[in-house]
């Protein structure tokens, strides 16, 4: 199966800081999301962006499908930026199947 | 506008029980699907829901099995608990042709 590696695993900011995750997939995709887990569990749409860029506030996010990554961009990070980052994919003859990475957790320090 | 719900928040089980999780989809979305999170990992995709049926099924036993209502809810079931069912169970929906999916806050299951 498709098969998809965030990097890094671990990410500690001081608060001001800018950042980039990226996400690699081993396959085309018709589907890529990222999503923000917080302390809570609870997953939250940052993007939907199987190609382009796209800004949302402080977030922007960048993928490249003929070269398989995706990046997501965080600027100015603040304490409630803390948490778990994911990337999510589906492929493109399969789109009941959402594979997600490993994540990056990331810690913003005040 | 609510968002996709699940209930319960958390649930605490012994071996070889059987529980029932539950799911409403964000309003005018009819496809349901169900994630399984062990601790520290990213969430695994267990079935979807479209249209009361099955759809796509990931790589997860017999044990686990769903059903979906004509109001587009959704149910999870998994039988004979093992240790190792203990996860954060997550549910997303999403409307027909779109694929953007929205997940409800999680069930914690805990088998002792």
């Known amino acids: 199966g498709i098969q998809v590696e965030q990097s890094p695993p671990d990410l500690i900011l001081q608060e001001g800081a800018n950042s980039t995750l990226r996400c690699n997939f081993s396959d085309s995709v018709n589907n890529l999301q990222w999503f923000h887990q917080n302390p809570w569990g609870q997953l939250i749409n940052l993007f939907y962006?199987?190609?382009g860029t796209k800004q949302n506030g402080r977030l922007s996010a960048t993928t490249v499908a003929t070269e398989r990554y995706s990046l997501l961009y965080i600027s100015s990070s603040q304490t409630t930026d803390s948490g778990v980052y994911f990337c999510?994919?589906?492929?493109?003859?399969?789109?009941?199947?959402?594979?997600f990475g490993a994540g990056t957790r990331l810690t913003v320090k005040p | 506008d609510a968002g996709v719900t699940q209930s319960p928040t958390h649930l605490i089980k012994t071996r070889g029980q059987q529980v029932t999780l539950r799911c409403s989809p964000k309003?005018?979305?009819?496809?349901v699907s169900w994630y399984q999170q062990a601790l520290g990992q990213g969430p695994q995709f267990i079935f979807q829901y479209y249209e009361e049926e099955e759809r796509q099924r990931g790589n997860f036993p017999d044990r686990f099995s769903g059903h979906q209502f004509p109001n587009y809810s959704s149910e999870l079931n998994v039988n004979a608990l093992l240790l190792g069912d203990s996860a954060l169970y997550l549910c997303?929906?999403?409307?027909?042709?779109?694929?953007?999916?929205?997940f409800g806050p999680g069930t914690r299951l805990t088998v002792l």
């Open positions: 997303a929906s999403s409307r027909t042709n779109t694929d953007t999916q929205y």
């Open positions: 962006i199987p190609s």
């Open positions: 999510a994919v589906e492929r493109s003859y399969n789109n009941n199947d959402m594979r």
């Open positions: 309003s005018g979305h009819d496809t």
